[in-house]
């Protein structure tokens, strides 16, 4: 009984101003809550009276918004009433409209109540501007019923208000025509369907009416490279990693045993000339470390390909520009380590004085030697890990330039006249 005394005072506030439809519900509060614990009565009687205060002193964006939160937890239509009238005194006529409406069709309202309700819902809807959208779904879900948020976007705190949900009318055509009563200015239109591409539009809403938007949907798909493509980008990087290994172990291997320590093992007597034998194991050390960068390469191209098996779409991408990242250093770094062990290699091994032959000479010889062939094995690896990340990358760009899933950037512009100029509205994919 409480709860409807309440209302019926709010029903009639507009013949005395807003003040008493605040202080109407700030008397009424406790009575409604006569079943409620005292402290949540109480806390509910003061964030009532906090509204009623912040609408008096004209703060109605705040008051509202106090009221669609009370208004969600509570599901008092005075409440819904109050935020309806606080919205409408922002000049958020947008969202006044819907609460009148929704009010005026709940048929919790008395006659003369209804009555009062329509009127300010007529003049809420005489301030808003009809905005016409044509959703053009894809054939094979022309039965579908998607939902159309529109949220107004606006830079200042005060400006800001809730989203407002339209349903897009059923029927058996592809093409379906919704009317949506907005207030002037800058407003976002978003579709999230599971069956279809998501949708996000910016429309600059004028006082007279302009051309339709037009939101061409399509249907959703998963995100990324099919599980064929995945397969096949691992096949072909993986392919190409083996053979890079097979042909660098065998030129490492030959290096080792066929070149480096053979070389070394040869006796003073066998090299007259003192820059031969020196020559021929800086040609095995060279030798044996292009097949060490070889390895290092065809590894690297392998674990590029192996991360093509991850399914997530997202954590592939993140991988594999993390991979380009450390295989771009590893490059950087190998080379510069490559050209360093080199420059120490020929030191000791051209400008030293120890005669071939000299087990200390032969020591530095292969540690040196050895260092210059871990270092290439390193920019290999850097190169080949840079290369399957940098192709796995390119490759999913190529194929989704190819097989569009949700994108098309096609735009047509509306034409209309605002109050303060002229407005351009941007419609379509995007």
């Known amino acids: 009984m409480a709860l409807a005394c309440a209302l019926a005072a709010l029903l009639v506030a507009p013949a005395a101003g807003p003040d008493v439809v605040h202080s109407a519900?700030?008397?009424?509060?406790?009575?409604?809550?006569?079943?409620?614990p005292?402290?949540?009565?109480?806390?509910?009687?003061?964030?009532?009276?906090?509204?009623?205060?912040?609408?008096?002193?004209?703060?109605?964006?705040?008051?509202?918004?106090?009221?669609?939160a009370m208004y969600a937890e509570f599901h008092d239509p005075a409440l819904l009433l109050a935020a309806a009238r606080s919205r409408q005194a922002a000049h958020h006529n947008a969202h006044a409209a819907r609460y009148f409406s929704q009010l005026v069709a709940s048929g919790q309202l008395t006659a003369a109540a209804t009555q009062v309700a329509y009127g300010e819902l007529q003049a809420a809807q005489r301030a808003v501007t009809p905005v016409t959208v044509r959703v053009h779904l894809p054939v094979e879900l022309a039965a579908a019923s998607p939902g159309l948020t529109a949220r107004y976007v606006s830079r200042y705190?005060?400006?800001?208000?809730?989203?407002?949900?339209?349903?897009?009318?059923?029927?058996?055509?592809?093409?379906?025509?919704v009317i949506l009563p907005l207030d002037p200015g800058p407003w976002r239109l978003q579709i999230?369907?599971?069956?279809?591409?998501?949708?996000?539009v910016l429309v600059d809403v004028l006082v007279q009416p302009g051309a339709a938007v037009e939101l061409d949907l399509r249907r959703h798909a998963a995100p990324g490279l099919p599980r064929t493509q995945r397969h096949r980008l691992v096949a072909g990087l993986g392919g190409l990693g083996g053979a890079l290994v097979g042909v660098g172990v065998g030129l490492t291997v030959r290096g080792e045993f066929g070149q480096v320590q053979p070389t070394l093992a040869r006796p003073p007597a066998s090299c007259p000339e003192r820059l031969t034998c020196r020559e021929e194991v800086a040609a095995a050390v060279t030798g044996r470390s292009v097949g060490a960068g070889l390895l290092g390469a065809g590894a690297g191209v392998m674990l590029g390909g192996l991360t093509a098996l991850l399914r997530d779409d997202r954590q592939r991408r993140i991988l594999w520009i993390f991979e380009l990242a450390l295989g771009g250093a590893g490059a950087v770094g190998g080379g510069l380590a490559v050209a360093l062990a080199a420059r120490g290699f020929d030191r000791e091994n051209v400008a030293g004085d120890r005669p071939w032959g000299d087990p200390e000479y032969a020591d530095t010889i292969r540690r040196r030697g050895h260092q210059h062939t871990l270092a290439a094995a390193g920019l290999g690896l850097g190169s080949g890990l840079a290369f399957g990340a940098a192709t796995g990358l390119i490759y999913t760009r190529t194929y989704h330039r190819r097989h569009p899933e949700a994108i098309d950037r096609r735009v047509r512009p509306g034409l209309g006249i605002a109050a303060a100029g002229l407005g351009l509205t941007l419609s379509g994919r995007f």
């Open 192 to 200: 999230d369907d599971p069956a279809l591409a998501a949708v996000d």
């Open 157 to 177: 705190a005060a400006q800001q208000r809730p989203s407002l949900e339209f349903p897009v009318p059923p029927g058996s055509g592809a093409v379906r025509v």
């Open 38 to 68: 005292e402290p949540v009565a109480d806390a509910r009687a003061e964030r009532v009276r906090q509204a009623a205060l912040a609408h008096a002193g004209r703060r109605y964006p705040e008051a509202a918004a106090a009221y669609e």
């Open 25 to 36: 519900l700030d008397g009424t509060a406790a009575d409604t809550m006569q079943a409620a």
